[in-house]
């Protein structure tokens, strides 16, 4: 299948501080990324639509201003949470799409103290 | 999409067969199955799709019932490393509208020795 990697694949940031994540579709170009959201023992939420060269789709309940969202090529998409606060700890998985399978990257666990 | 119910847990031994139950009652004529699974710390993975005809790879082998309301995951052989939360997913193709893959709380398979 097709290969999604994120990086980094665990962060730990002070509170107030900004986190950027990296996803990248490896071996297809992506005009379309996913973001989710996991926290423990619960299932993938999607937080947002990333589209390439033009602005993302957020999920209700998202703040598109706390998570920055930018699809600058066909291969790279990044997430920035902005002003980072504990409660905002949580695995972040990027997903891709060559043709009809979506395909999920690896994950990054970020942990704010 | 249509809605799915999977079992919350369910224990199975190791070097026999697993089978996996998926009801989507309300499920239309152009969705298909979607089975992913997510072992722990991980991305989602995915494992088969199929729209009516029975389907089958190196992963695994999905069986849909010809009303189409239900589904089966089988994994012939269940190892240890299929410990794993499964995910079966309904929806139309991702080309006919929107884009988003949405899960369900899943099924948390324990392999046992």
């Known amino acids: 299948g097709a290969v999604v990697s994120q990086h980094p694949s665990w962060v730990i940031c002070k509170s107030g501080t900004s986190v950027k994540i990296e996803c990248r579709s490896l071996d297809f170009q992506a005009t379309t990324m996913f973001w989710y959201r996991q926290f423990p023992k619960q299932s993938l939420m999607l937080m947002a639509t990333s589209n390439e060269g033009s602005k993302a789709t957020y999920e209700q309940g998202v703040e598109k201003d706390k998570f920055l969202i930018n699809h600058a090529s066909l291969t790279l998409s990044t997430l920035t949470v902005t002003s980072a606060h504990p409660e905002d700890s949580s695995f972040y998985i990027c997903s891709a799409r060559p043709r009809e399978t979506q395909y999920f990257g690896p994950g990054t666990r970020l942990l704010v103290l | 999409d249509a809605k799915t119910t999977q079992p919350p847990s369910m224990d199975c031994a190791e070097g026999r067969a697993a089978n996996l139950p998926c009801n989507h009652s309300?499920?239309?004529?152009?969705?298909?199955v979607y089975w992913y699974r997510q072992i722990h710390s991980q991305g989602p993975q995915y494992i088969i799709h199929g729209l009516k005809n029975n389907e089958t790879n190196e992963m695994a082998s999905l069986i849909i019932t010809e009303d189409r309301k239900s589904s089966t995951l089988i994994l012939p052989h269940a190892t240890l490393r299929d410990t794993a939360v499964y995910y079966c997913?309904?929806?139309?193709?991702?080309?006919?509208?929107?884009?988003?893959?949405?899960f369900g709380g899943g099924t948390r398979v324990l392999v046992k020795p």
């Open positions: 309300t499920i239309s004529g152009n969705e298909y």
């Open positions: 997913i309904v929806r139309v193709p991702f080309k006919a509208a929107g884009n988003k893959l949405t």
